[in-house]
């Protein structure tokens, strides 16, 4: 069973950086695709940025374009969201996703339990 545990989130002002980091235990085959999802209050879940395939492909949502950028370690096991230049609407819940490459359609099968991300004016 794959387990995902984020760390990073806080609290920041607008204008300023967070990185959000997602280690994953429990899967010993040779890496995982990774993502970051958010979720607003009463919104359904929605990606911010995905690994997608074993060679790195990436997706951003145009919200973060420029801004975000998603990364892993060379195990494929860890994922990072380095987040620049927040904005008041990046506040949210941010999940950590994962499940063995190439993921389609946004078919994650493993979650994290979220961590808050809060930007102030």
């Known amino acids: 069973q794959v387990r995902l545990v984020e760390s990073g989130g806080g609290s920041v002002q607008a204008a300023g950086s967070l990185t959000l980091s997602c280690t994953a235990s429990g899967y010993a085959y040779g890496g995982l695709c990774m993502a970051w999802y958010r979720q607003y209050p009463t919104k359904e879940r929605e990606p911010v940025a995905v690994?997608?395939?074993?060679?790195?492909?990436?997706f951003y949502a145009d919200s973060v374009k420029g801004r975000f950028t998603i990364s892993q370690d060379s195990a494929k096991t860890t994922v990072y969201l380095q987040m620049n230049s927040l904005k008041t609407e990046d506040t949210a819940m941010y999940y950590c996703a994962a499940d063995e490459c190439p993921v389609t359609g946004g078919d994650f099968g493993y979650w994290g339990p979220g961590t808050q991300v809060t930007v102030s004016s």
């Open positions: 690994i997608y395939d074993r060679g790195g492909k990436t």
